[in-house]
């Protein structure tokens, strides 16, 4: 019998029989994943891809210049790079969780954005308290809209403390950096202090105690008049310049706190390659910053005693 249906006359009788069933399982499976024709299951995508829309208008770059969607291997590696310089898995998981989350809803209410990729904010927000600075003061130099600065009270009162914020920036319109040429902002928004004001008080009471002091951080007056304490926390988020990062770092050295915790922003950043420069130059000298790591293209350093 094997042998009979193995014939090529049997297998030509039994084609238009095989051939049957094909079409009727065919119609079984189109049955049962949609209306039984291709242009429903077409229907059917362009019903989810409608659904989807509404949602990725939460996190797609539209309005900001920047999609919120981190892919996998950047938020594994972040997250692996937190742990390695704090020395805290679990609260590296956690802090760049909460931060993600916190950065979705202050661009979804704040005025602005916040300037940056995903993982590099995350990370800052998240690093800062894990690394336990040794007191609450914050000078945050270049700050765009402000909304770092909300973003990084609110991180910290989540670990329990009590930040007071410093802010220096030009508040030029735009953001500005040595020799780059910069269109209006994607968001359309144009950075003024009531932008950056009407950030901070998305965080409550630190938010709107903060003191922000308009002009350059490398300028005698604006240093005079901020440099009247200590700070536990000091972002270098300013001029990326060779020179300009080099000028942060000789006036942060004056002003931590001993213990104190400075942040490089787009520090190994192959766009902005003066922030390396400086720093190899400044942990050169007879400096009293200690680098404790890397964390989505921000540098990490503390003061000794």
Same mark, same amino acid.
């Given at each position: 019998?094997?042998?009979?249906?193995?014939?090529?006359?049997?297998?030509?009788?039994?084609?238009?029989?095989?051939? $049957?069933?094909?079409?009727?399982?065919?119609?079984?499976?189109?049955?049962?994943?949609?209306?039984?024709?291709?242009?429903?299951?077409?229907?059917?995508?362009?019903?989810?891809?409608?659904?989807?829309?509404?949602?990725?208008?939460?996190?797609?770059?539209?309005?900001?210049?920047?999609?919120?969607?981190?892919?996998?291997?950047?938020?594994?590696?972040?997250?692996?790079?937190?742990?390695?310089?704090?020395?805290?898995?679990?609260?590296?998981?956690?802090?760049?969780?909460?931060?993600?989350? $916190?950065?979705?809803?202050?661009?979804?209410?704040?005025?602005?954005?916040?300037?940056?990729?995903?993982?590099?904010?995350?990370?800052?927000?998240?690093?800062?308290?894990?690394?336990?600075?040794?007191?609450?003061?914050?000078?945050?130099?270049?700050?765009?809209?402000?909304?770092?600065?909300?973003?990084?009270?609110?991180?910290?009162?989540?670990?329990?403390?009590?930040?007071?914020?410093?802010?220096?920036?030009?508040?030029?319109?735009?953001?500005?950096?040595?020799?780059?040429?910069?269109?209006?902002?994607?968001?359309?928004?144009?950075?003024?202090?009531?932008?950056?004001?009407?950030?901070?008080?998305?965080?409550?009471?630190?938010?709107?105690?903060?003191?922000?002091?308009?002009?350059?951080?490398?300028?005698?007056?604006?240093?005079?008049?901020?440099?009247?304490?200590?700070?536990?926390?000091?972002?270098?988020?300013?001029?990326?310049?060779?020179?300009?990062?080099?000028?942060?770092?000789?006036?942060?050295?004056?002003?931590?706190?001993?213990?104190?915790?400075?942040?490089?922003?787009?520090?190994?950043?192959?766009?902005?390659?003066?922030?390396?420069?400086?720093?190899?130059?400044?942990?050169?000298?007879?400096?009293?910053?200690?680098?404790?790591?890397?964390?989505?293209?921000?540098?990490?350093?503390?003061?000794?005693?």
């Amino acid at each position: 019998m094997r042998a009979l249906l193995t014939t090529k006359t049997a297998r030509r009788a039994l084609r238009p029989i095989a051939d $049957l069933i094909d079409q009727r399982i065919d119609r079984r499976i189109r049955r049962a994943i949609g209306d039984g024709s291709e242009g429903g299951l077409q229907r059917e995508l362009a019903a989810l891809r409608n659904r989807q829309r509404p949602l990725e208008l939460l996190i797609d770059g539209t309005g900001r210049g920047v999609s919120r969607m981190p892919a996998q291997i950047h938020l594994d590696r972040a997250i692996e790079e937190l742990a390695q310089v704090s020395g805290d898995r679990s609260g590296a998981e956690r802090n760049i969780s909460q931060a993600f989350r $916190l950065l979705i809803a202050l661009e979804a209410l704040g005025v602005g954005r916040i300037a940056g990729g995903t993982m590099n904010i995350c990370g800052k927000l998240s690093a800062v308290p894990l690394l336990d600075p040794p007191n609450d003061e914050i000078l945050e130099i270049g700050t765009l809209y402000g909304m770092f600065g909300a973003a990084l009270i609110r991180m910290m009162e989540r670990a329990g403390r009590d930040p007071r914020l410093t802010i220096v920036d030009p508040l030029a319109g735009l953001q500005l950096q040595p020799g780059t040429t910069e269109g209006a902002d994607p968001t359309g928004t144009p950075v003024r202090g009531a932008a950056v004001r009407a950030n901070l008080a998305l965080v409550g009471a630190a938010g709107a105690a903060a003191r922000v002091q308009q002009g350059f951080s490398e300028d005698p007056e604006v240093r005079a008049l901020v440099s009247d304490r200590s700070y536990g926390v000091i972002i270098v988020d300013g001029d990326h310049s060779a020179a300009g990062v080099a000028a942060d770092l000789e006036w942060a050295e004056q002003i931590v706190a001993p213990g104190g915790i400075v942040v490089l922003d787009d520090f190994g950043h192959p766009k902005w390659p003066g922030i390396k420069e400086a720093f190899d130059k400044h942990m050169a000298t007879d400096t009293r910053l200690t680098f404790l790591g890397q964390v989505a293209n921000s540098g990490y350093l503390r003061a000794s005693a």
